[in-house]
């Protein structure tokens, strides 16, 4: 059960970057980088950290920036683009609950 719901999260998280223009501030400048930080390990980290420091959570999740760095990238992302990954993955919950 926790497999299938990892992977609508997933399906759901690649939906919601493959419209990057709508979701980021500035479409033309940004997530246009090749880095270590792209917009799809931005979103899964931000909805993986724990409550820990940034500092620790960016050591967990393996990811070799600085603070700065993910906190200028997770602001080039718009609020709406969580939004529409709630819609999009909480109609798929029910139907997983109901199987089991």
């Known amino acids: ?17 493959s419209d990057a223009d709508q979701i980021v501030l500035h479409p033309e400048k940004d997530f246009i980088r090749k880095t270590h930080l792209t917009m799809k390990t931005t979103i899964q980290a931000i909805l993986t950290m724990d409550g820990n420091t940034l500092a620790n959570e960016l050591l967990v999740l393996y990811l070799p920036i600085s603070q700065s760095a993910f906190v200028q990238r997770r602001y080039q992302i718009k609020h709406h683009a969580f939004k529409a990954l709630f819609r999009d993955v909480t109609p798929k919950m029910p139907i997983i609950l109901q199987k089991n």
Request: glycine share 0%; proline share 0%; aromatic share 12%.
């Open 1 to 17: 059960m926790l497999n299938q719901i990892k992977s609508y999260l997933f399906d759901s998280i690649n939906d919601v970057v």
